[in-house]
């Protein structure tokens, strides 16, 4: 007898069909034969697999076969196969959501599918899958359920999924009592689980706990958001570095940043495609990227790759001052005493782009030989950005250069320099008193100009200008 599994919740996207779809090809690459069937009219099961209206039969009339006895196609006319993943599967389409009537037409329409799927037929595949649909109290599901042997329910790790995983067990409970095949739970599947998330952990920890009839989300203590303090280089740090910069290799893109605020991912793909010396700008078009591999051959290990910046806004044009378009070139010539005609602008002697590892154990180096410790190199960007604040760049402008994504999230990151300029500008508002033509008694009455209210301060002295 084959294993049959249904993977099913009543809520929507938790990812049944993907893990229908993953299990499936999981258990094949395992050498096991698999059947995955769909028994949802959206036919998103089907649609990965690349399932093309062809004209021939589809769920819907193999479940109308059973129930009405006519059996014009043999059970290999309903199943495709998937080229890739070398995975058949049974498909669906819209005309499964007018089945309900027929399956209910049945004198036991709680067994259609297990008829079907119990059948020497379907005895060839080890596993067969059924992607249900979303709902409990549907006769497709109470079907599957009472044709499987195992129920698997992908829980998403957040509150709705959670939620509704009682009324998927009150009714497996519910089928367990009328199947004779009684299926057993094979487990909750905790799907885009976010371990940095409260959500899912609390999620996570009342699934594992059992605590299915209580709302998780009343355990949860939101932790209080601490705004992580920016580092700014002091005046003399910043003239520390620029100086030492004039004898190191890099030193030419500790300037760079100090003055165009570059990202170290935006830095280190910069290629001399993207400068424009006959305008003076740098065009921010890719980043470099370090990331995980999830290919299990590979475990632990990461790879480097480039990619578009992270937001439309930081694809950006940034004007650059004219001293650093002399840097640029200075670094051009010496760069090409070592290289031909180089495609990145920041490479080591062989040519190659760096790395942000290696990028930063270099400026790691260059700091302590400058005597200044425990300033990372983004600290650099705010650093410029602190310094445009405060010669009075325009904020858009800046929000712009620095790739933010609104001139809210720049002033918010930099309210630190804005609080400094409060005296200055609290101070314009002394203008206020110049409108006073000569010096006046404070009066302390609700009406004004009767003498005998008028206390007796000495007078305040304003100084009018000529
Ligand atoms: N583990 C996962 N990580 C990230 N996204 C996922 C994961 N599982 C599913 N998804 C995405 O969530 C969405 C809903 O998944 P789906 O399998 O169609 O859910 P369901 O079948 O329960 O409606 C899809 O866009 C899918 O790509
Ligand atoms: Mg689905």
Known sequence: MSNIISVSLEKGGVGKTTTVLNIGAGLQQLGQNVLLVDLDQQSHLSRWLEFQPDGKPTISKLIYQEVSHIHSNDFADFIRRNEKGKLDFIPANKMLSGIYAILGADGESNTVLSRIFNSEFFQKYNYIIFDCPTAVDNLLVSNALQTSTKLLLPVQAELLAYESVP??????????????????????????????????????????????????????????????????????????????????????????????????????????????????????????????????????????????????????????????IDDLKLWQEKQSEEIYNPDFIITDRNGKHLEHTTFKKYYNRFLDKCGISGITFHALRHTFATNAL?????????????????????????????????????????????KQVKAQNIVLSFKPFKKQYIVDLPPKVVQIES
């Not at 280089?233 to 520390?240: D, S």
């Not at 005296?423 to 508002?429: F, H, K, S, T, V």
């Open 167 to 324: 009324a998927m067990l009150q009714r497996y409970m519910a089928i367990k009592q009328i199947s004779d095949i009684k299926p057993y739970i094979q487990g909750i599947l905790v799907t885009m689980f976010n371990g940095r998330t409260n959500m899912s952990n609390e999620v996570f920890t009342a699934l594992t706990d059992g605590l299915v009839n209580q709302n998780c989300a009343l355990n949860i203590t939101l932790p209080k958001v601490e705004k992580q303090e920016i580092q700014v280089l002091t005046h003399g740090q910043e003239n520390c570095l620029i100086k030492e910069s004039y004898f190191y290799r890099y030193g030419t893109f500790v300037r760079l940043t100090l003055c165009t605020g570059l990202r170290l991912e935006e830095l280190l793909a910069l290629k001399w495609e993207d400068v424009d010396f006959s305008r003076n700008e740098l065009k921010v078009r890719r980043i470099l990227h370090r990331c995980k591999n999830y290919d299990s051959s590979c475990k632990n290990s990461t790879s480097i790759y480039f990619d578009e910046p992270k937001t439309a806004k930081s694809k950006r044009t940034i004007p650059l001052p004219k001293n650093a």
């Open 390 to 434: 405060e010669k009075g760049m325009d904020k858009k402008v800046l929000s712009e250069i620095l790739g933010h994504s609104s001139v809210a999230f720049t002033l918010d990151t930099y309210a630190h320099v804005l609080s400094s300029f409060k005296r200055e500008n609290m101070d314009l508002m002394n203008d206020i008193y110049q």
